[in-house]
């Protein structure tokens, strides 16, 4: 099993930045990937961010050139610093985590509440 623990959102004016962290316990040598989601009310989760164990990063272009995913070993918090942000990045923001690549996650963190305010 696998623990996540987000932390890090809250209230910002447009423009403005904030990162968030993600803690994992538990068997973290099974975990290939991570990632951010994040979900507005009404709405599917949206994938914002992952990361692989040889650090491969990807981006959904709505986020691209703005957030930016990392850790610096396997052990370590991943983060996700958002800059620029916009009020259509308010959402509660999810960390997960995946065993095999490219599938989808087999764990996930209570999320954060992001609120970007115009």
């Known amino acids: 099993q696998v623990q996540l623990v987000e932390s890090g959102g809250g209230l910002v004016q447009a423009g403005g930045s904030l990162r968030l962290s993600c803690a994992a316990s538990?068997?973290?040598?099974?975990?290939?990937?991570m990632a951010w989601y994040r979900q507005t009310p009404g709405k599917q989760r949206e994938l914002v961010a992952t990361?692989?164990?040889?650090?491969?990063?990807n981006y959904p272009d709505s986020v691209k050139g703005r957030f930016t995913i990392s850790r610096d070993n396997a052990e370590s918090p991943v983060y996700l610093q958002m800059n620029n942000l916009k009020p259509d990045d308010t959402a509660v923001y999810y960390c997960?985590?995946?065993?095999?690549?490219?599938?989808?996650?087999?764990?996930w963190g209570q999320g954060t509440q992001v609120t970007v305010s115009s």
């Open positions: 538990g068997t973290i040598f099974s975990i290939t990937t």
């Open positions: 997960a985590a995946a065993k095999v690549f490219g599938s989808n996650p087999n764990y």
């Open positions: 990361i692989t164990s040889g650090g491969s990063t």
